[in-house]
Every structure is written in structure tokens, then in C-alpha cells.
């Protein structure tokens, strides 16, 4: 995935409007976006393809895909139907759930992304425990794509280190989480920005502020 700027904006709003708002702010120095629940459950499946129509942005959909195998084929086929490029499954309910979102990102032809630590505070009492032994998994099942914090930037390393050069990593928690973007950026290849952006009172200055790091 060709990611602007190396940045990722996260969509975390609760309406169409604000989010064409918001994009209309940005699209000169973003061509992709984070679209989670917030968004997603406000305006349905349908604002992926509004919004890929009105800026041709490459949409990754964060649903932290977490189910048994065949309700994890049905999230990932409605998310592709409706036009995203990417999706985001968690690796902790192990191998058979995460070939499923594989499988039908292949169909689809899109892309996959493995989740293996989150970004906040209380990732580390249960997830970082694991997260080493995703990225694992994640490399022995040919997954590419992955999430790793930018909070961590020693946890981000030692799943860089896992994964290997090659393998494409976003990190998420660049901003009001603590995470420095051009730190990040030393490690992994795009970084993920959503509230320094769009709560910024100008959320293109916002914007240019990062891409000069």
C-alpha cells in the first residue's frame, strides 16, 4: 500500500458530515484514511464507498476483525463489498480466525493487516504478552501487512525485528497517545493520526506540521 505522506488519518467521528468536513481539510496531504466503528456504525457500510467516490482515498477499515473463523469470512466479505482496500483482524484468536480474513482479502483482492499490539495503556497487561508470538504466526502464515504501536517505540522494534524489513507496519498512537511521528517513522511506514488532526482547531496546518518532521 502507497500511503501519502506516510500518514494515516483515523476517522474516529460520529457523522458524514464532519467527516467531509474534516477530509475536506486534509485531502491535499492524505490519500488514505482509518475508518473504524464510531463512523462505520453511525452512517453504515455505505460511507466507505461516499467517500472513496468523493476523494479517492484508499480506505484501511479498523474492525479489529476478533470471531470464529466463519463470522470473521462475513465481516471481511461485507467490508470488501462495500469497497475498502484494507481491513484490520487481531491475531489473538489464533491461526483458523485470521486465515479467514486472509482468505477473503485475497479474494477480493485487498490487503490484510495483523494486529499485534495495540497502542494504549492497557495493552500491555495482556496483549504485549502475546503480540511477539502474533507477529510470529503472522510471519509463518505469509501476512505482510501489520499493526505495532507507537507508543513502544522498543515494543515497535522488537516486532519490526520479527516481521522483517520487508514487511509493511502502521502504527497507531502518534499524538495525543504520546507517540513522536518522526520517531515512529525511523521503525515502520506509515503512521496513524487521528485526534491531533481532527480536533486541531486547523486540521491542515495539523497536517503540515507532520509531513515537515
Do not use: W
Not at 467517500?51 to 476478533?66: E, S
Not at 509493511?168 to 496513524?192: H, M, R
Amino acid at each position: 500500500m502507497n500511503i501519502k505522506n506516510n500518514i494515516i488519518l483515523a476517522l474516529d467521528v460520529g457523522s458524514e458530515k464532519e467527516a467531509i468536513e474534516i477530509c475536506d481539510s486534509v485531502k491535499n496531504y492524505v490519500d488514505t484514511i482509518k475508518i473504524g466503528y464510531p463512523l462505520a456504525l453511525a452512517e453504515g457500510l455505505e460511507i466507505i464507498g461516499k467517500l472513496k467516490d468523493k476523494y479517492d482515498f484508499q480506505i484501511i477499515c479498523d474492525f479489529k476483525v476478533a470471531d470464529i473463523d466463519e463470522t470473521n469470512k462475513k465481516i471481511c466479505n461485507e467490508t470488501f463489498k462495500a469497497g475498502a482496500d484494507a481491513i484490520i483482524c487481531h491475531g489473538f484468536t489464533g491461526p483458523d480466525s485470521v486465515q479467514a480474513c486472509l482468505d477473503v482479502a485475497e479474494e477480493y483482492e485487498k490487503e490484510l493487516f495483523l494486529l499485534t499490539e495495540m497502542s494504549h495503556p492497557g495493552a500491555k497487561k495482556f496483549l504485549q504478552k502475546a503480540a511477539d508470538e502474533i507477529a510470529e504466526m503472522g510471519v509463518e502464515m505469509g501476512i505482510t501487512n501489520y499493526v505495532a504501536p507507537a507508543t513502544r517505540l522498543d515494543r515497535l522494534q522488537d516486532i519490526r525485528n520479527i516481521v522483517g524489513e520487508d514487511a509493511y507496519i502502521i502504527s497507531p498512537g502518534v499524538g495525543k497517545q504520546g507517540g513522536d511521528g518522526e520517531k515512529t517513522l525511523k521503525i515502520s511506514n506509515a503512521i496513524i493520526v487521528g485526534r491531533s488532526i481532527y480536533e486541531s482547531d486547523n486540521p491542515q496546518q495539523a497536517c503540515e506540521k507532520l509531513v515537515k518532521q
